[in-house]
Nanobody, 126 residues
Framework: VQLQASGGGLVQAGGSLKLSCRVS????????IGWFRQAPGKQREAVSA????????YYSDSVKGRFTISRDVAEYTAYLQMDNLEQEDSATYYC????????????????????WGQGTLVTVSS
């Protein structure tokens, strides 16, 4: 399984960015695609994920109402629209694929349950 991430960058607080993550067609059909993030000095945390097959989603409490995840099934791609960004959203965002339940119950000890793409830096300035 290969993942190709794009997006990210520098934005002012209150602004928007969009991330995308394309997975290879070898993805397990009942896997979700989504993102984690890790800020300097902090533990990696689950952000959002979406089932490629049926569109079920996961959002962390910290991004609910501000981030929207979507998918293009034909393109094996997920998108994360990040609106009303806050400085606390600054982090390296990692796209990944794995079981949706693993996002709900994520701990770093479960990293090996996912396939990972490269990190994308998101910086939100004041």
């Amino acid at each position: 399984v290969q993942l190709q991430a794009s997006g990210g960058g520098l934005v002012q607080a209150g602004g928007s960015l969009k991330l995308s993550c394309r997975v290879s067609k070898t993805i397990i059909t009942h896997y979700a695609i989504g993102w984690f993030r890790q800020a300097p000095g902090k533990q990696r945390e689950a952000v959002s994920a979406i089932m490629l097959s049926d569109g079920r989603t996961y959002y962390s409490d910290s991004v609910k109402g501000r981030f929207t995840i979507s998918r293009d099934v034909a393109e094996y791609t997920a998108y994360l629209q990040m609106d009303n960004l806050e400085q606390e959203d600054s982090a390296t965002y990692y796209c990944a694929t794995g079981f949706l339940a693993a996002w709900h119950n994520y701990t770093p000890e479960r990293d090996n349950e996912f396939y990972w793409g490269q990190g994308t830096l998101v910086t939100v300035s004041s």
